[in-house]
């Protein structure tokens, strides 16, 4: 439950982690488009400022333009009329040459189309009421000369004549159409005349085309759909792009549909001669930016410069939208930046967590792998009959040597190897050969079994091609027989009389080939001999020049040891790891260097006592048994109680050998020996049958019930429990099984 | 090696006297045929006078047990010494069987 809940808070962490990261993400962008969007805002803002100063600068630059050049042709023609004005008045007396001097104005002024003089009633009695001559510029170029005035261009009550006179100074019309002499859109200067005596008798009126003002006010506009607009002093549109409205209606009626009211106030302003901007919303919505300006002079004219707000800041809101464009564009780069960097940097953490990680579970499995090798010397401090000292330097943190051993049934089971390459790949190969030694060697005596099963399982799906070269001995310690198998390891050296190298056959190394037949080997071992095991890592060791420390070494130094006699397990391992580590000096260790040395210190003992029976293999003769055992317990002064535990155990024993040692209906005999020293009491029980190792069995289960409870195996069971050990060899074709109980512990319980 | 077996109270009693050896226990096994039919009855193993008790003799004891458990009859064993117990105690069997 606990790694549960665990489990869960690390989801949520990790959830947690992920979701603040998509935040920050998020907050990172929204910040950046924040930032960028106020920066363009800001932009945006002061360019259009900007803008707006320089088309009210265009604009008014245009109007003060136009209207300059406006004013200068008005100029032109009231100074050209004030000019002749003393000409006229000169030649009152001479009636028929007024239209003679018209004609000079028109000459000498061409914007002038047309030019009369209207006198006052009656001034001239021989032409009646009205009297006007006028010059008009034809088509062609040439001059018409006529008297107008009549009762049907009844000049007297035109507003040119009423309203010069009125004022007594140059006046300009508002524009009409001239239906009587020119018949086109005119415009009047009207210049009072006086006789000598300084009253106002007669007004020239100078008519000037339109025609010209329409040209100048839309020519050139400073936005191609910017348009310019005039309008006389009473509203009458004198100029626009739609010539339809020119001089058909004035600016209020043109505007009185609109719906956007601030376009009365623009045109009351106009209408008084005022100058300034606003902004007028169209109908469709469009706004509108106005400029206007009164024309200088006497006309009362005023002009506008008309600009939409869509095409003033075209420009800028083209720009402003590529760059919104560019924005999104560089904020989702953005965001993939940080997505990738944040992921980048995740795996990193991911990484190293995983390195350290790793770095602590090759320190643990250097830990376990060091807990599995034996590390407690001497490690059987009670038996006299064994002294045994391994030492071990890996070159990585983990190493791919081993070395094992233990005892079961008075036999040291050891085992030395070498697991091709080094590392981590190698300390895994070695603790599984390790297992399968210990596993194999569990119900296993014979050297050769041992290594061919741990071979068979090595080599099955051996994908990675490791391999072990491995020594397998099974010590028999009552004897000192050792038997083994060596697959490829180094030979180990005997040191006992002299140094010897152990004669191995060349068996392959483990995990080659499953079915390589390996073959076992037997020696005597006599007591205080050492049997000393190394790995390539003792004779292979370097130097720093890459010299080998070599065998002729080991073997020197060996000699040297044997001659001092110092074959002990722990002398001769500590004298040449100190030689083997002054050989390396500084140079970094090339391999594992692993040794073992095990001495048989077996010291013989006087023989107290010493009966043996024969009995044939027929259990009806235990009784015989019985009485044998009874017999040697009293003689050692056994009680009572481990008197009957030793029959248990021999009754067990010898059953067992009658009941398999010989096939079913054939005759057999069995051979039961004892013999006590001071120290302990061996019973050995000798068959000629079929070779038969009760010690290979199973243990039985102890705790099953009734009914799961199998009825075979307790024999050697009890045996085992009532003994402090069995031992079984073959010797020399015969089955040998010694039991042995130690005296003091018997006497004591 | 002598065994007999009678009713008692109800119960089969088994009692067994002298050495129950790998050589006793065939004709052991022969005595004790009787406690087969035990259904309906409890069955005691008198080890008071039971010197020795090897493996063999275990497995006749397993075997009483196992043939006893499925007719819902118990086996006690009463009257066993120091030692045998102890062997009891080893094998597990102690664990198997009533002890009265």
């Known amino acids: 439950m606990k790694a549960l809940e665990l489990q869960m808070t690390q989801k949520q962490f990790t959830s947690w982690r992920k979701s603040l990261q998509r935040r920050s993400t998020l907050a990172i962008i929204i910040t950046a488009a924040v930032l960028i969007e106020t920066t363009a805002v800001v932009q945006y803002l002061f360019a259009r400022k900007g803008i707006r100063e320089e088309v009210q600068h265009r604009a008014q630059s245009e109007l003060h333009a136009k209207s300059l050049e406006i004013r200068n042709l008005m100029v032109e023609v009231e100074t050209a009329v004030k000019n002749t004005a003393w000409v006229f008045e000169n030649n009152f007396q001479r009636p028929d040459s007024l239209v003679g001097i018209c004609e000079h104005l028109l000459q000498n002024t061409s914007t002038l189309i047309g030019c009369g003089l209207g006198f006052e009633a009656n001034y001239y009695p021989q032409y009646g009421q009205w009297f006007e001559p006028y010059a008009i510029r034809q088509a062609d170029g040439r001059f018409g000369r006529s008297q107008i005035g009549s009762a049907t261009h009844d000049y007297l009550h035109s507003e040119w004549y009423i309203k010069a006179k009125e004022k007594d100074g140059g006046y300009w019309t508002e524009p009409y159409y001239d239906e009587a002499g020119a018949r086109m859109m005119l415009c009047t200067y009207a210049l009072p005349l006086h006789d000598s005596s300084g009253r106002t008798v007669a007004v020239i009126g100078a008519d000037v085309s339109l025609d010209w003002l329409s040209q100048v006010i839309n020519s050139k506009q400073i936005y191609p759909s910017s348009y310019n607009l005039m309008i006389s002093r009473e509203g009458q549109i004198m100029a626009c792009p739609i010539e339809s409205l020119v001089l058909k209606t004035n600016i209020q009626q043109a505007t009185a549909k609109m719906k956007d009211t601030s376009v009365n106030t623009l045109n009351q302003n106009m209408l008084s001669g005022q100058r300034g901007q606003t902004v007028v919303t169209d109908d469709k919505g469009e706004k509108n930016y106005v400029f206007y300006a009164p024309v200088e002079g006497e006309t009362g004219w005023s002009m506008a410069v008309v600009c939409s707000d869509h095409e003033i800041y075209y420009g800028l809101r083209q720009v402003g939208f590529n760059l919104l464009l560019l924005m999104l564009v560089g904020l989702a780069l953005l965001g993939y930046i940080i997505a990738r960097t944040v992921r980048g940097f995740n795996r990193l953490q991911e990484v190293n967590a995983t390195k350290v990680s790793m770095e602590n579970e090759l320190n643990i499995a250097s830990h376990i792998q060091m807990a599995m090798l034996p590390k407690i010397y001497p490690p059987y401090p009670d038996r006299q009959d064994i002294d045994i000292y391994g030492l071990q330097k890996p070159a990585k943190a983990v190493g791919g040597d081993i070395y094992d051993f233990y005892i079961r049934d008075e036999k040291l089971f050891f085992c030395i190897g070498d697991v091709s390459g080094k590392g981590v790949p190698s300390s895994l190969v070695m603790a599984v050969t390790r297992t399968l030694f210990r596993v194999a060697s569990g119900h296993e005596a014979a050297p050769e079994r041992i290594v061919t099963q741990i071979n068979e399982t090595i080599s099955e799906g051996n994908e990675s091609n490791m391999f072990v070269t491995l020594f397998v001995g099974v010590l028999d310690l009552p004897t000192g027989r050792l038997r083994y198998c060596n697959a490829g390891h180094d030979a180990p050296l005997l040191v006992g009389n002299g140094v010897e190298s152990l004669p191995c056959v060349s068996n392959i190394p483990v995990g080659i080939m499953a079915d390589w037949k390996y073959q076992p080997q037997e020696t005597l071992v006599l007591p205080q001999t050492t049997i000393f095991l190394y790995t390539d890592g003792l004779t292979e060791a370097e130097d720093a020049s890459h010299g080998q420390f070599g065998l002729q070494r080991v073997l020197d130094r060996t000699q040297q040891a044997w001659r001092a006699n110092e074959q002990a397990p722990t002398l001769l391992l500590n004298n040449m790891n100190r030689a083997v580590s002054e050989f390396v000096d500084d140079a970094e260790q090339s391999d594992d260097l692993t040794m073992l040395a095990i001495q048989y210190t077996k010291q013989q003992q006087e023989v107290r006592l010493c009966k043996a029976l024969t009995l044939p293999n027929d259990v009806q003769t235990i009784p015989q048994l019985a009485a044998f055992v009874d017999d040697i317990c009293e003689a050692l002064g056994f009680d009572m109680s481990t008197t009957m535990q030793m029959n248990l155990a021999l009754e067990e024993a010898v059953v067992n050998v009658m009941s398999y040692a010989y096939p079913a209906g054939t005759k057999g005999d069995v051979h039961i020996e004892a013999q006590a020293n001071d120290e302990r009491l061996k019973f050995t029980i000798t068959d000629s049958g079929a070779p038969f190792d009760p010690t290979a069995k199973d243990e039985i289960d102890t705790t099953l019930s009734a009914e799961d409870r199998p009825i075979g195996g307790l024999g050697i069971f009890l045996v085992r429990e009532m003994m402090d050990s069995i031992n079984y060899e073959r010797v020399d074709g015969q089955n040998v099984l010694t039991l042995r109980k130690k005296l003091k512990a018997t006497v004591k319980s | ?100």
Request: with cysteine.
């Open chain 2, 1 to 100: 090696m002598k065994t007999t077996i009678q009713e008692q109270d109800g119960n089969l009693v088994a009692i067994f006297e002298g050495r129950l050896d790998t050589a006793a226990a065939p004709q052991c096994e022969q005595d004790l045929k009787p406690l087969n039919d035990c259904a309906g009855h409890d069955i005691v193993l008198d080890c008071t006078a039971l010197d020795y008790i090897s493996s063999s003799g275990l497995r006749l004891f397993l075997g009483v047990l196992k043939n006893a458990k499925p007719k819902g009859s118990h086996v006690f064993i009463t009257g066993m010494n120091a030692d045998l117990r102890n062997v009891f105690t080893m094998t597990g069997f102690i664990n198997l069987f009533e002890f009265k």
